[in-house]
């Protein structure tokens, strides 16, 4: 399992977790832990993760972070936690203090959830007051995910992240910017479009007027964009379902040379599953095995590993899915497109399968 997968599948064990946890200890056992072992330390040797690590201040004796990540003997990053249901605003002077104290360059605040970096890209030594770096591991960005890749161990490098710090920072404060832009213009924005387009003097009734006029551009522009990039990834998608059909071809005629007839709305209950499972497998992992009572839909072409059956020749359809222990769950269908509401199960299936290859190549 690749690093993405790892982070996607955190975030899972998170949003399914969070209502159960009901303190910062048990934040920091089940979430905190987790993904600073999800970074490749090993969070039981001291040589790489220190919990309770002491930061004094001052005159002040004991003061402790609730943990360090250790890099050639000195902490890397500071780490301190708070309970998933807490805000982290109110923290951040509490990793402030500590900061300046230590050899780390990096803080790291987070409720199991938030996950804010730090940096002093500012005034050296001393903590920004915002992040450089933050997301929601719920719902992390694939980019978020590459600029997360790297704090981890195998690819950590002090020079390449603080490189990377101060644009990461400008972009998300412009990002934030441009978000707060786009759903109210300010005039400063609307007056600067205005002027390209009338020569007129903008009275503030006229810039009322283009504050609107300014607001639905901006919106058409973007919805434009999304069109675009949908029109440029359906031509692709529809390039490699060719592929695939030629594929599908062959393995339908296997089918027909053993007599079991493959009928259109089995094909049609196929390229669903196919269109569900694209955005966890190749396409080419997916084969079908027609038989005379059922159609069932495999990974990898092993039977051992069927992802659903399709019943769908009777006069009453059915997709039999499976549970955590393999035991097949009909369920009644009107049509082929309410396969659609089974996604989540079929995805499940596939990552379990995929989990279980994984476990048994572990010696």
């Known amino acids: 399992m690749d690093f993405k997968d790892e982070i996607k599948q955190f975030g899972d064990r998170v949003e399914k977790l969070k209502n159960q946890i009901h303190t910062e200890e048990a934040t920091k056992n089940a979430f905190i832990m987790p993904f600073i072992k999800t970074?490749?330390?090993?969070?039981?040797n001291p040589v790489e993760v220190v919990p309770e690590f002491i930061a004094d201040i001052g005159i002040k004796k004991g003061e402790k972070v609730d943990y360090a990540i250790m890099r050639e003997g000195h902490p890397a990053i500071l780490v301190e936690c708070k309970h998933w249901g807490e805000s982290l605003d109110p923290h951040n002077s509490q990793l402030f203090r500590y900061f300046h104290t230590t050899k780390a360059k990096f803080g790291l605040l987070s409720n199991g959830i938030v996950f804010r970096f730090y940096t002093d890209l500012v005034e050296q030594n001393?903590?920004?007051e915002k992040p450089f770096f933050e997301f929601n591991v719920t719902d992390i960005k694939d980019n978020q995910v590459e600029?997360?890749?790297?704090?981890?161990?195998?690819?950590f490098d002090l020079n390449n992240i603080q490189n990377s710090a101060?644009?990461?920072k400008y972009v998300n404060e412009l990002k934030a910017i441009l978000n707060v832009e786009f759903q109210t213009p300010s005039e400063g924005l609307v007056r600067?479009?205005?002027?390209?387009?009338?020569?007129?003097?903008l009275t503030a009734k006229l810039v009322e007027q283009f504050s609107g006029l300014?607001?639905?551009s901006l919106q058409q522009f973007i919805n434009d964009l999304i069109t675009e990039r949908l029109k440029s990834a359906l031509k692709k998608e529809n390039e490699e379902e060719q592929k695939a059909a030629e594929q599908d071809a062959v393995q339908v005629a296997v089918t027909n040379e053993n007599k079991v007839e493959t009928t259109e709305v089995e094909k049609e209950g196929f390229m669903i599953v196919k269109t569900i499972l694209r955005q966890k497998v190749k396409h080419n992992r997916i084969v079908f095995r027609d038989a005379q009572s059922y159609f069932a839909i495999l990974l990898d072409d092993n039977n051992r590993k069927t992802i659903c059956r399709l019943y769908l020749n009777g006069s009453k359809r059915y997709i039999g899915v499976f549970d955590d222990q393999k035991k097949e769950i009909r369920n009644e269908i009107l049509t082929v497109d309410d396969i659609f509401n089974y996604s989540?199960?079929?995805?499940k299936t596939?990552?379990?399968?995929?989990?279980?290859?994984?476990?048994?190549?572990?010696p």
């Open 344 to 347: 989540e199960v079929l995805l």
């Open 39 to 44: 970074l490749g330390y090993d969070v039981f």
């Open 147 to 155: 600029e997360l890749k790297k704090f981890h161990k195998s690819y």
């Open 166 to 168: 101060s644009e990461l």
């Open 192 to 201: 600067f479009f205005a002027k390209q387009i009338y020569q007129g003097v």
């Open 350 to 362: 596939v990552s379990n399968y995929d989990s279980e290859k994984v476990i048994s190549k572990v």
């Open 126 to 128: 001393k903590m920004d």
């Open 214 to 216: 300014t607001k639905r």
